[in-house]
């Protein structure tokens, strides 16, 4: 059991919400982002930088529609981009090694068995279901792949040709429910008014062109790139994205008339409870213990909830009423949150 710290983001709890209208018709992929298709989707607001406002926001803008249907959950994304290269051809490579476009997807919220996706100009994709989060010991599963899965990539431009009048690349993703609604609580897809918690990244690096190719910008003090710029739609306020509590959330609407979002009352309490894990995963780095006392964890902080903490040498549960007051809602040492 990994039992190390846990960073602790520096934000508000404040995600991103988005209603996903029902698609009125089946989607012809081409990359393009300006068929009839779409015009049931509004745009996301413009990505941020993954630490959201301690950092300046991003130069090229970067925004993601999303509709749904009995079989697919579909994604456009547009990146606005002058210098449109890539490199990677095989499925499975680390694709963010290139400039690249990703889906998070965790259906339950309960920030365990959720799935990540990638992909580059050259159409080429890494998908993989991750069991849990690296910070709680992981393991991505690489040999996990969508089944079914559709991708287009449209380039306004051209690819990998310095010079060229560059504008953007687009991309269209078709994700079945078949392969998605596995990790999802009752094993089924959303209906209509449920929830999924969702985010995106953009992997930009600097690049200059050097002959008739683009490549990494070094740093002559290590002599490797300099680091990536990860633009996302929801902040995260740490410079990680497998941190799925922090994740938007995206409603799903049928007809149209569950156009708002109040987030429920009981997302705040596991927010409270996912920071007293924050702490207690600290606590134990530095003591070597967890401990039971609330006031050591959040000193003088004020919680909304009613925490009961137990502790054993190397584990603990902690729980509290749900806002109902009808279940439990509880969360353990390795991150895994749950009612009962």
């Not at 710290?5 to 990359?31: F, M, S, T």
Request: glycine content about 6%.
């Amino acid at each position: 059991m990994n039992r190390s710290g846990v960073p602790e983001p520096r934000i508000e709890y404040a995600p991103k919400h988005y209603i996903c209208n029902r698609a009125q018709e089946p989607l012809v992929l081409d990359g393009r982002v300006d068929k009839a298709f779409w015009d049931a989707a509004p745009w996301t607001d413009d990505f941020v930088d993954i630490e959201g406002d301690l950092r300046p926001k991003p130069g090229k803008q970067t925004r993601v529609k999303m509709l749904w249907d009995d079989d697919y959950f579909y994604f456009a994304a547009e990146l606005i981009e002058d210098q449109i290269w890539a490199t990677l051809t095989e499925r499975d490579s680390v694709i963010f090694y290139d400039n690249d476009f990703e889906i998070f997807i965790d259906p339950d919220g309960d920030s365990h068995q959720y799935y990540e996706f990638e992909i580059n100009a050259l159409n080429t994709v890494w998908d993989l279901l991750l069991v849990k989060p690296y910070r709680d010991g992981g393991p991505p599963v690489n040999g996990w792949d969508i089944s079914g899965l559709k991708t287009a990539v449209h380039i306004d431009g051209e690819l990998n040709t310095p010079g060229a009048d560059n504008r953007k690349w687009s991309i269209e993703v078709a994700i079945p429910w078949t392969s998605l609604q596995e990790c999802a609580e009752g094993k089924r897809p959303p209906a209509p008014g449920e929830f999924w918690r969702v985010n995106f990244s953009r992997v930009e690096w600097q690049t200059e062109v050097q002959g008739d190719e683009y490549r990494k910008v070094l740093n002559p003090d290590t002599g490797k790139p300099y680091p990536e710029d990860n633009w996302v739609w929801s902040p995260m306020g740490i410079i990680n994205m497998h941190y799925p509590e922090l994740w938007g959330y995206v409603v799903f609407s049928d007809d149209g008339t569950n156009q708002s979002f109040e987030m429920p009352e009981d997302e705040r309490i596991k927010w409270e409870l996912r920071r007293l894990y924050y702490r207690e995963r600290n606590y134990y780095e530095t003591h070597g213990e967890f401990t039971q006392n609330l006031k050591l964890l959040m000193g003088e902080e004020s919680l909304i909830c009613q925490p009961v903490i137990e502790t054993t040498r190397s584990l603990f549960q902690i729980s509290t009423p749900s806002s109902d007051g009808a279940t439990l809602i509880c969360i353990r040492e390795d991150g895994k949150l749950w009612k009962e």
